[in-house]
């Protein structure tokens, strides 16, 4: 993997392998080592697992199609909150409410 790498970023700047591109194929070795080590891989690429993985389950971008006849079962919609205004209702008398407050703390 790492030479395909190289080998492509070669060709790109003309056959001359740049210090950057040497480093990042260290960095990329050392990391899969790493990985190696903790034992997180099989030795392959994450990434290019995950892509020879979708290639094979036929998937191309990033939903999977269902099994063909299979349908998911719909949901009924949620009722839609509306505000008193957009549903036709007056607004709360709040001054009757404070009021009523009022004069319940004032009567103690």
């Known amino acids: 993997m790492a030479e395909q790498d190289t080998a492509a970023g070669a060709a790109a ?19 899969q080592q790493m990985l190696l080590q903790l034992g997180l891989t099989n030795g392959r690429s994450p ?12 998937a191309t ?20 909150k509306q505000s008193r205004r957009l549903r036709g209702e007056a607004p709360p008398d709040t001054f009757a409410v404070r009021r009523r407050v009022l004069h319940t703390l004032g009567s103690r």
């Open 13 to 31: 700047t003309g056959g001359a392998v740049t210090d950057y591109e040497k480093r990042r194929q260290e960095n990329i070795l050392r990391n």
């Open 61 to 80: 971008g990033r939903y999977r199609a269902s099994p063909a006849g299979t349908k998911r079962a719909r949901t009924p919609p949620q009722p839609v």
């Open 47 to 58: 990434i290019l697992a995950s892509l020879d993985d979708s290639a094979s389950n036929g």
